[in-house]
């Protein structure tokens, strides 16, 4: 598939990456169009897929979720079915905030976020340990965030 976006559509892309919660006039006064210009490439962004959706990232700090567990996963079958199977249960689970298909030594790695190392035993415990098909679970738990961010890195993309 060609990409298709344009300086304004691209412009737009990344003042939404930063903050989602930007009118149509805010983003058309900082790129240098008119509000309905604007307004209708960022509704064409959001027709063609560009834009998926837009959410408020909240802080898992002040919530008090602060453990994040990367967990990587190996299936003891691989079939198309024990996949799917896994994947469907793996997508259930409000702890997974990301799960990956991966190339070599390891089938899945997982992103999981807790309130403590307790409920993240008591996760793997009850839940991710007792899923059919489970081979093996190693978990690196994370310590300092250096960077953690979901903008994508556009500038580079183009």
Known sequence: MQNTITGPDLKILKLL???????AAELADRIGLSQSPCWRRVNRLETEGYIHKRVALLNAEKLGMDV???????LSVHGRQSLEEFEHAVALLPEVMECYTMTGTMDYMLKIVTKDI??????VRTFLSQMPGIQEIHSHVAVTAIKNTTALPLDTQL
């Open 118 to 123: 307790r409920h993240y035993e008591q996760f």
């Open 68 to 74: 994040v567990v990367f967990c990587s996963v190996n």
């Open 17 to 23: 990456q930063e903050n989602a919660s930007l009118t």
